[in-house]
């Protein structure tokens, strides 16, 4: 039995949060479909639009412009499938036939869509990021042009936490009239997200990285934006997504971002202060290592660090022995042993990339975590450097 047991991987999926649970379970009992137009009906239906106004209102969309989907996948999904709309429902075909741009770190639900995109006629653009995973407004500038449809920028990366400039890159994409979408799901109740101040036409969100239930998310469709259903039905979600609602999900969501209302501010400083505690502690308790990321501009409680000859799965394997539950890359990639492709395009090379490992704090870590976290994790480094023949560092 390990001594404690640290979940320091908050950027894979949280726990709920204890109100979160409390709501939904107050929930448990309303079964009734809200398209339905009795009283079971109608109880469900006020319960889904009551979640939306209090998801619109925490950046700054109004109702109509929320629509619920069942995950931060279907979101990105749907929002690039704009690009190549096949049904006659789209009457806004602006952006049939025209580019994506988008970056070259962000998750597989857009890297994934972009190949198939790519496979379905549509020409792809990729920006690159520099060594602490920014991409280039400048670039951007020179990449957009007429041709260009949709421009898709993540606000905050899950595997290094490195947060874009993202009201300066939906300038840029506007000047030359394409639309400009953000995956959020890092960002949204982690650092402040108003879509006003942003001005961006699309934006995705997801409950279960911020205390909410799994499989439920929610996007921000500009009112007036071009709109491609993916999943074709029933009038749901203003006939823009199929399928009965998910109201236990909706309402956890919705209960999950109050929460992050009342908590985000408070609660992100103190996981700031606890990861340069970490940052400061392992570069000094452990040599040949480097941070990967942006220095300052990054999520307050995600830090990433590469340990030169040290496999990150190894690492990984042995601090989970000890309790403590961190990942390497992101929790899609792993099970594969391909370096991470967010590491590799900060320009680091593959054996940095294998060596690395993420620790996401979240709310309930304690100091006493950090300090557990920080009393194995030497060791745990030594112990596989001196089983590498890779690692020549203390015998150079
Ligand atoms: C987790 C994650 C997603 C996917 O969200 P799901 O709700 O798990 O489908 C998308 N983008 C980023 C940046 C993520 O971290």
Redesign the pocket.
Known sequence: MPERNVYADH???TPLHPEVKKAIEGVLDVFGNPSSLHSYGRYARSLVEEARETVGRFINASPEEIMFVG??????NTILSILACPGRECSFNVCQGRDLITSTI??P??LETSKCLIEKGVNVLYIDVDEYGKVDVDQIRDMVSARTGLVSV?M???EIGTVQDIEAIADVVHEKGALFHT????AVGKIPVNVKDLDVDFL?L????IYGP????AIYVKKGSPFCPLIRGGHQERGRRAGTENTLGIVGLAKAIEMRALEMEQEEKRLLLFKEHLRKSIQTQIPDIRFVGHPTECLPGTLNVSFDGAEGEAIMLYLDLAGIAVSTG???ASGSLDPSHVILATGLPAECAHGSIRISLGRENTQEDIDYLLDVLPGVIGRIRDMSTFYAGGRK
């Open positions: 950027n894979a999926t995950s931060g996948s279907e979101g990105n962000e998750h639900c857009v993540m905050a990366n899950n995956d959020a799901v890092q995705t997801s409950g279960h990285k799994k499989g439920v998310g992101s929790a899609c």
